[in-house]
């Protein structure tokens, strides 16, 4: 019978990689990666082999189809990983798993790495209530968006780039106002690990004076009053 299971993979370390994930992992017939290069390389250091197909945010609706429908003439059973994290948060994954459903192919997801679960807890805000937004539009209804979010009273969850992370500081300063709290966490789990906490205004400035940014940032957001 062909199957269909969500891998989350390593945001920092390869040693987190979970043993059922390993398992899985030797056990599949191929692998949907977001990149196959960066998969290629992870499975490489694995000492895995399996036949890697690429499935990412410009492919999936038209990749999906065709990969379902091999997996049911040939009953396989594929992986699907991201770059980082668990598939389908802000990454390829829920198209595939809505069609294959759709199908009545079995589908099981693994539990694993998200960013926003550390990043939320290490912002010393409210955890019980929150909102995760995922990446804001970067052109057409961002605004609309951002005017929406304004008088959400939980907590706010956003990922973003590092050639935007100061734009969108910036913008959630002027929408939501200077002194509402928040945090930025980047580089979770890894050695360069960073947590700046403040308020919007201070978190702008700090970042005005950091060039050459890298890595993948969470902001947390307190909730409006």
Do not use: W
Not at 163 to 169: G, K, M, N
Not at 183 to 193: G, I, M, N, P, S
């Amino acid at each position: 019978m062909p199957r269909l299971t969500l891998v989350p993979t390593p945001i920092g370390n390869l040693k987190d990689l979970s043993e059922r994930a390993l398992e899985v992992l030797r056990a599949v017939d191929a692998v949907a990666a977001e990149d196959t290069r960066h998969s290629g390389q992870l499975l490489h250091l694995l000492g895995i082999s399996k036949p890697l197909v690429s499935l990412h945010a410009h492919n999936e609706h038209q990749r999906v189809g065709a990969l379902l429908d091999r997996m049911q003439r040939e009953d396989l059973h594929v992986a699907v990983v991201s770059d980082a994290g668990t598939p389908g948060i802000s990454d390829p994954g829920f198209l595939i798993v809505r069609e294959a459903l759709k199908r009545e192919i079995e589908v099981d997801c693994l539990p694993g790495a998200t960013a926003f679960v550390p990043a939320l807890l290490l912002s010393g805000l409210p955890a019980d209530r929150f909102v995760f937004e995922g990446f804001l539009p970067v052109k057409k209804g961002r605004q609309t968006r951002l005017a929406q979010l304004a008088t959400e009273p939980r907590t706010l969850i956003f990922y973003e780039s590092p050639h935007r992370v100061l734009r969108t500081l910036q913008d959630l300063e002027l929408t939501f106002g200077a002194e509402r709290p928040a945090a930025v966490a980047r580089e979770l789990t890894k050695l360069h690990q960073e947590v700046q906490r403040g308020t919007l205004q201070s978190l702008v400035h700090h970042f005005q004076a950091q060039p050459n940014l890298r890595g993948e940032f969470v902001l947390v957001v307190a909730g409006a009053d």
